[in-house]
């Protein structure tokens, strides 16, 4: 009985060294409801980036992404103007909105349009939905105009493929369209020529900084990162073959120049309601008849 007791003891122990070496290297989250890009990022230099010097910076760590989540979003109801020393920060992974307040393009206009220095950042940890814009107004993150854009394609790859874009910035805001994809009808082309139409709707309204959120990780993987290796190519793939989306994707380059965009990626069909509104739209679009 006693050898029963010392096993039983011993496991006790060794159960509770491994839960401690577990905890050590559990994964934190580092949640910024005020600073210069709110939002969770996976490390604390990430973090710090966003706080260090930033007056009345609010900050928090937490072994769950949920409860950190949760701690920036408890800013929802308050308004504020947008932060001036916003940048692109190196590593930034997920970004909420600094506030639920709404500003017109007027507003915005009037806000320091100053551009960030860095390169374009793929945004890679699922997002929730942004508050919505009426009667025209636009959606802001910090002094970015919020979008969102999605594609897709009935019976893709073949004959009778039928494709649709779509465009996203708030209930009832008159610059969302539902449009037949032109041309080759596939679910990749909807997809970076949805993004067109944004960049096209925006540079229309004078919108010099964007946030385009698409559950496309080609068509941003293509715009921030393979582009510049098809260039050097001569737009040629790894194995010799031709890009078969180039004079999309040369579409799409073309629009963002004189463009400050963020591409944040946002998880499809995982009931975030600007991405289900976008898709919804895109698939009126496929129904469309071509000549529309």
Known sequence: MLGIQNAFSSFRLLCSAVGGVHGAFRRMFYAVRTGRKPGVYNTWDECKEQVDRFPLARYKKFGSEKDAWEFVRKESGETKAPPTQATNAAGLHSVMPQSKGKR????????????ASSPKRTKLIDLTDLPSSHNGAFTYM???AVVYTDGCCSQNGRLKAQAGIGVYWGPGHPLNLAERLEGRQTNQRAEIQAACRALEQAQAKNITKLVLYTDSMFTINGITKWIHSWKRKGWKLSNGQNVINREDFEKLDKLTRGLDINWMHIPGHAGFEGNEAADKLSREGAQKSSDQ
């Open 104 to 115: 017109t393009l007027n507003q915005a206009q009037s806000s320091s349009t100053a551009k």
């Open 142 to 144: 910090g002094d970015s």
